[in-house]
C-alpha cells in the first residue's frame, strides 16, 4: 500500500507521463527498493497508465486515387557523371515551435546536397521548392538562367 500511495504520487506530480522505468527510479530515489517488474504489475492492476505526450505524425497517405510514378531508377542508385540522377525525399523533426518539413534534393553522384527547403507544413510546394532550387544551382553552374515566367533555360554568354 505505500509502495501504490508513492506511485500514485509521483504520477500525479509527472502529469501522468512516468511510465515504468522512471517511476521505479523516481521510488528507489525517494528509498524504497522496488524493481520495475512491481511497479509496472502495479500500475497495470491498479489502472496506471503512462500518458503519450506527443503524437506519432502520419505523413504517408496510401489510400489515394492519384496514380503512382514510375521508378526510373529501380534500386540503381549509382551514377557515372554530375546531374544525371537525383533522389529526393522529406523528413519531420519536431520542434519547440511544433513540427519542421525538410525536403532534400541530393546528386546520387556526388551525394552532394544539390537542394533543399524548409516549412513548417508539408505540401507539395515544399518539394517543389526544393526540386527549384537544385535547377537552379546546376543550371547556374553550367552558364544558364532561368527566366521566372518561362521556366525555359537561357544560355549566358
Same mark, same amino acid.
Given at each position: ?8 504520487? @509521483? ?32 500500475m ?27 521508378? =526510373? ?12 540522377? =537525383? ?6 523533426? =519536431?520542434? @519547440? ?18 537542394? =533543399? ?8 510546394d ?18 544558364l ?6 521556366? @525555359? ?5
Amino acid at each position: 500500500m505505500k509502495v501504490l500511495a508513492h506511485i500514485r504520487e @509521483q504520477y500525479s506530480l509527472s502529469l501522468g507521463s512516468y511510465g515504468r522505468p522512471r517511476m521505479a527510479m523516481e521510488l528507489k530515489e525517494a528509498g524504497l527498493d522496488v524493481g520495475e517488474r512491481r511497479v509496472g504489475r502495479l500500475m497495470r492492476i491498479n489502472g496506471i497508465k503512462p500518458v503519450r505526450t506527443r503524437k506519432h505524425k502520419v505523413t504517408t497517405d496510401s489510400h489515394h486515387r492519384l496514380g503512382v510514378a514510375a521508378n =526510373w531508377l529501380d534500386g540503381n542508385f549509382a551514377a557515372d557523371m554530375p546531374n544525371r540522377k =537525383w533522389a529526393g525525399d522529406i523528413t519531420y523533426v =519536431w520542434t @519547440q515551435e511544433g513540427w519542421l518539413y525538410l525536403a532534400v534534393i541530393l546528386d546520387l553522384h556526388s551525394r552532394r546536397v544539390v537542394g =533543399w527547403a524548409v516549412s513548417d507544413r508539408m505540401k507539395k510546394d515544399l518539394a517543389i521548392r526544393a526540386l527549384d532550387m537544385a535547377v537552379r544551382l546546376t543550371a547556374a553552374a553550367r552558364g544558364l538562367h532561368f527566366s521566372f515566367r518561362s521556366r @525555359q533555360p537561357i544560355l549566358l554568354l
